[in-house]
């Protein structure tokens, strides 16, 4: 009954974590869910992605070899519940400062090491990298927001109207800059030093715009 619920709630093709198909069928002793679950895979009740990651296969039979598809297995990975932000070009398009549609998955979560840096996963199609400060719902604005000046290359617009455009989603987002400067704090060393000057120089472009205004 409580696998009906389980395929209920998380449906066909979805990835699901270990910790979520626990809580669902309600088995508190780790031992007997780890013995559960692996009966479950055994006998084809369930099917792992990976260590840690599962779904339930769809029952029609033409469907029936089809995992998860990328974006869901990156969204519950690394990226669900404020953990991770989509990076590179995506969040350039995302914005509708470029209209090319990446089709790489770059990522920055809490989910990895501290250490890691551009790790390649699925045949590199996703690129996965630390935050460098744990990404939280409160400041998940403000780091996405220097994602994507540290991204603004993509944009297809010259640097003029690439800057009036960020300092519109900056004012919807309704960020401050004492805060967003708190994050640039984090980006430390020399190796950040030029990104650290482009946030300067936006900020300070956006202080000159309010003052010609």
């Given at each position: 009954?409580?696998?009906?619920?389980?395929?209920?709630?998380?449906?066909?093709?979805?990835?699901?974590?270990?910790?979520?198909?626990?809580?669902?069928?309600?088995?508190?002793?780790?031992?007997?869910?780890?013995?559960?679950?692996?009966?479950?895979?055994?006998?084809?009740?369930?099917?792992?992605?990976?260590?840690g990651l599962y779904y339930f296969?769809?029952?029609?039979?033409?469907?029936?070899?089809?995992?998860?598809?990328?974006?869901?297995?990156?969204?519950?990975?690394?990226?669900?519940?404020?953990?991770?932000?989509?990076?590179?070009?995506?969040?350039v398009y995302k914005y509708k400062?470029?209209?090319?549609?990446?089709?790489?998955?770059?990522?920055?979560?809490?989910?990895?090491?501290?250490?890691?840096?551009?790790?390649?996963?699925?045949?590199?199609?996703?690129?996965?990298?630390?935050?460098?400060?744990?990404?939280?719902?409160?400041?998940?604005?403000?780091?996405?927001?220097l994602e994507l000046i540290n991204?603004?290359?993509?944009?297809?617009?010259?640097?003029?109207?690439?800057?009036?455009?960020?300092?519109?989603?900056?004012?919807?987002?309704?960020?401050?800059?004492?805060?967003?400067?708190?994050?640039?704090?984090?980006?430390?060393?020399?190796?950040?030093?030029?990104?650290?000057?482009?946030?300067?120089?936006?900020?300070?472009?956006?202080?000159?715009?309010?003052?010609?205004?």
């Amino acid at each position: 009954m409580k696998l009906e619920i389980a395929k209920e709630k998380f449906g066909k093709r979805h990835p699901i974590q270990k910790i979520e198909l626990q809580k669902v069928l309600n088995i508190k002793n780790k031992n007997t869910f780890n013995q559960t679950l692996s009966n479950m895979v055994k006998f084809n009740l369930i099917r792992r992605l990976e260590n840690g990651l599962y779904y339930f296969a769809d029952t029609e039979e033409r469907f029936a070899n089809l995992e998860p598809s990328l974006a869901d297995i990156v969204d519950k990975k690394y990226l669900a519940n404020y953990t991770g932000i989509r990076t590179g070009a995506y969040l350039v398009y995302k914005y509708k400062l470029t209209s090319q549609v990446s089709g790489y998955y770059e990522v920055i979560t809490n989910k990895v090491s501290k250490h890691t840096r551009a790790k390649k996963e699925f045949d590199g199609k996703v690129i996965v990298s630390a935050t460098k400060v744990e990404i939280n719902k409160h400041n998940y604005a403000y780091l996405e927001f220097l994602e994507l000046i540290n991204n603004m290359k993509y944009s297809d617009y010259d640097y003029a109207t690439t800057i009036k455009k960020l300092r519109i989603i900056y004012k919807e987002k309704n960020l401050s800059e004492i805060e967003l400067n708190k994050y640039v704090n984090y980006y430390n060393g020399i190796v950040y030093t030029k990104f650290r000057n482009a946030v300067k120089d936006v900020l300070s472009a956006f202080i000159r715009k309010q003052e010609i205004i």
